[in-house]
């Protein structure tokens, strides 16, 4: 299993539009850490390098082609009222970033439509997602999840020396697997994360299954209360930029 790689998702319709940009960085900045690409066609239609990995999502994670074609169709009509009734849509992600468990220790998931500025030091990694922690996020408090970058731990075990990650995970893609994101607010990656986040925060003291759950919160939300908070957070701004929607 590797240390650390980063992990992202998706389709060549994608790639033309952004992801080759995300690609075209990655190679150009020399990232230290291999990069794992889940995508939902041909793996051979993307540019080959020795530090880059496609997968076949749908291969690698078959539930998560079953949701999309059991909803697809709800998917449609609630996307013409808003981007966040549609499940489908967001739904890749989670069950790429789940099966990344297989590849790495530690792993950090970057939307396809990020770029990256410069190589990122080691250290930078270490102060991102310390050993004592599950997620490194970017929580809004009041608002959701900004979820285009987040840092997983797969080592960190609960007091029943289960893998704590691998817990996360079942309730995570539970949303889908069982259509239970339908239950939540919106229907996004990100109100399905924030569900799982929050109970496993109201149960860390309560069970040991839950138990040893830590997060560190990324960026600068509580003061300027800026949505861009990627963009917004020296931390991480100087080496990635994350192009979201039309910028």
């Not at 792993?107 to 930078?124: G, R, V």
């Not at 997620?135 to 900004?146: A, F, M, N």
């Not at 020396?161 to 239950?183: A, P, W």
């Not at 300027?224 to 963009?231: F, P």
Request: proline share 2%; aromatic share 18%.
């Amino acid at each position: 299993m590797i240390k650390k790689i980063f992990v992202t998702t998706f389709n060549f319709s994608l790639f033309e539009k952004h992801a080759n940009k995300l690609i075209d960085s990655f190679i150009k900045t020399d990232q230290s850490l291999k990069l794992y690409c889940y995508v939902e066609d041909n793996v051979d239609l993307y540019p080959k390098n020795k530090n880059i990995v496609y997968l076949n999502l749908f291969t690698e994670q078959p539930l998560c082609y079953k949701f999309i074609e059991r909803n697809k169709e709800k998917s449609k009509i609630n996307s013409k009222v808003s981007y966040l009734l549609d499940p489908v849509r967001f739904s890749y992600k989670v069950f790429a970033q789940s099966d990344a468990r297989k590849y790495s220790e530690q792993f950090f998931y970057i939307d396809a439509d990020t770029e990256f500025l410069s190589k990122i030091p080691n250290s930078w990694f270490n102060k991102c997602l310390p050993e004592d922690t599950l997620l490194s996020i970017y929580d809004r408090i009041g608002y959701y999840t900004e979820a285009g970058f987040v840092g997983f731990n797969n080592l960190l075990l609960n007091k029943k020396k289960q893998k704590l990650l691998d817990i996360f995970f079942t309730q995570y893609t539970n949303y889908y697997i069982y259509d239970l994101i339908y239950s939540l607010p919106a229907f996004t990656d990100c109100h399905a994360l924030d569900a799982t986040r929050s109970r496993f925060m109201f149960l860390k003291n309560y069970t040991e299954e839950h138990s040893n759950y830590k997060e560190k919160i990324l960026g600068n939300w509580l003061k300027n209360k800026n949505l861009d908070v990627m963009d917004n957070d020296d931390f991480i701004n100087q080496y990635i930029k994350h192009k979201k929607g039309n910028k």
